[in-house]
């Protein structure tokens, strides 16, 4: 792979179109410029007690959550400021690319303030609490939408812990950078919720079944994990990050029409892609190849009683994935003890997401989030971990004490008031880019036909040729080992001639 120095040289080689455009306003990076801030206005905004710091650096509008005490929690305070920022934003020719980060590299964003909604379930009764509660997730879902659907380039900068409505605030977005400190998950059915701010429509848009694997078991996504999986879009180190940042700000839009042009969204992934780095030396992915087969083969059904039953039948293949699995699923396990109705509401919940678009994804969420809102289940889950740090006592005990009723009654419409109210009319099955590594299903698509222009059947060589095209200069960290993995996992070779691909259904 080509080390930053190597990236940063390739910029010789840069297709004409490309190089031109940067050259307008990136040959300015030197050493002088590079350090230089007498061109920076800083908000008022921007002092430690506020919980959002608003900066205006040239080309570049810098949002930082500033609550490193609570890993940033997100609070109506902040969600509001956030949206408000960027409606600002999306309406100033200055603004171009927008950055979010955390404050302190510890977080991004753990999630909402969850704990300060239980606790007024707590004190004030499921009752009186739910229109106060069921208000703070409007609001997040809303924002979920805007940053979904922003018509300028959103870079989120995952370092540290990202959980929850963290995810929420990054995942959507066009750009999402890992670093070797990022710690990704959805870890809500241990705490008696769901995977909420859209993410199960998200998560449904990963390779096979890897999306309901984490959805249930809120597995942990470490470092380059997160990149090499498909959540984050790129990888880049700690130590280039400030410099990234001050490329960024430099990135104006030259002879482009407009910075919401999908040519100034890849000016910006080339930049993005300018600092990508290697993994570490001592990288060892969270799960193997094998783990990622047993996920596909044992995640593929649609209840729970049938995962955990392949899951069973599949132990003696990959006993240790296997036994670590079962165990996150039981709920009689004393140290994860996942809710048994948070885990059969979200396969359902996934599932359904996995066929929606994303109003209708984002409104689904909504009226999930309603009902737990409405239900012991979430204060008791929260209260118990996050709060008075015991084991939750479960309404439901065991998986077989939910019923499909039970279940069903979560996705009961709930008052108008609450539903969603989306300020623009964008919508999308699919998300407009894919800045990341080349998704299982879009290799597929190319080995059997669907976007290929060749009379005959891809040789491994050919699928990476195709999608190193996506790139400036063929340029993308992992490419070559992401396409060789999907492709040893779910092709094999042609009976009369072996360097031809056939896809595995």
Not at 380 to 409: C, H, M, Q, Y
Not at 436 to 445: A, F, H, N, V
Not at 490 to 497: L, V
Request: hydrophobic fraction near 35%.
């Amino acid at each position: 792979m080509l080390s930053q120095l190597a990236r940063r040289r390739a910029y010789v080689s840069t297709p004409w179109r490309l190089k031109q455009l940067a050259a307008q306003k990136i040959s300015s990076f030197s050493s002088t410029s590079f350090c230089s801030t007498s061109n920076q206005t800083q908000s008022p905004m921007a002092d430690t007690e506020t919980e959002l710091i608003y900066q205006s650096r040239n080309a570049v509008r810098l949002l930082t959550l500033n609550r490193p005490r609570k890993l940033n929690a997100l609070s109506s305070g902040t969600l509001e400021s956030v949206h408000e920022k960027l409606n600002e934003f999306v309406k100033s020719d200055l603004a171009n690319i927008v950055i979010v980060k955390g404050k302190e590299p510890r977080a991004f964003s753990a999630g909402a303030d969850v704990a300060s909604l239980a606790k007024a379930a707590q004190s004030e009764g499921l009752e009186k609490s739910l229109p106060g509660n069921a208000k703070f997730f409007q609001t997040e879902f809303v924002l979920n939408h805007t940053i979904a659907t922003y018509p300028k380039p959103y870079v989120s900068i995952l370092q540290g812990v990202t959980m929850g409505g963290g995810v929420g605030l990054s995942c959507h977005g066009a750009f999402r950078v890992a670093t070797e400190n990022t710690l990704l998950a959805m870890p809500e059915t241990k705490i008696g919720y769901y995977p909420d701010v859209g993410a199960l429509f998200f998560l449904s848009k990963l390779n096979g079944e890897l999306g309901l694997y984490a959805a249930l078991t809120g597995h942990r996504f470490k470092g380059y994990d997160s990149f090499k999986f498909g959540i984050s879009t790129h990888y880049i180190g700690e130590d280039s990050l400030l410099d990234l940042e001050r490329r960024l700000e430099e990135l104006e839009l030259g002879s482009i029409d407009s910075s919401t042009s999908a040519e100034y969204f890849k000016l910006v992934d080339w930049c993005l892609e300018e600092f990508s780095s290697e993994p570490p030396a001592d990288y060892k992915p969270s799960l193997s190849v094998q783990d990622l087969d047993t996920i596909d083969e044992c995640f593929k059904y649609d209840s729970l009683e049938e995962i955990i039953n392949a899951l069973q039948n599949a132990e003696a293949k990959n006993p240790e994935f296997v036994k670590n699995a079962l165990s996150i699923l039981s709920p009689e396990n004393p140290e994860d003890g996942m809710s048994p109705l948070s885990l059969k509401v979200t396969l359902k919940a996934y599932r359904q997401a996995a066929k929606l678009d994303l109003q209708a994804a984002l409104q689904q969420d909504m009226r999930l989030s309603y009902n737990f809102c409405n239900s012991p289940e979430f204060r008791e889950g929260v209260i118990a971990l996050l709060v008075e740090k015991r084991k939750p006592n479960w309404t439901f005990k065991s998986l077989s004490d939910v019923s499909n009723d039970t279940v069903n009654s979560m996705f009961a419409p709930i008052p108008e008031e609450f539903t969603l109210k989306f300020p623009s009319e964008a919508n999308f099955t699919e998300y407009p880019y894919n800045f990341g590594l080349p998704r299982e299903k879009d290799i597929m698509d190319f080995v059997t036909g669907e976007t290929s222009e060749q009379d005959t059947k891809a040789t491994k060589q050919d699928v990476i040729e195709f999608f190193k095209k996506k790139y400036p200069d063929g340029l993308k960290q992992g490419l070559t080992e992401n396409v060789n993995e999907v492709l040893s996992r779910k092709t094999s070779p042609d009976p009369t001639d072996a360097s031809l691909l056939d896809w595995n259904y």
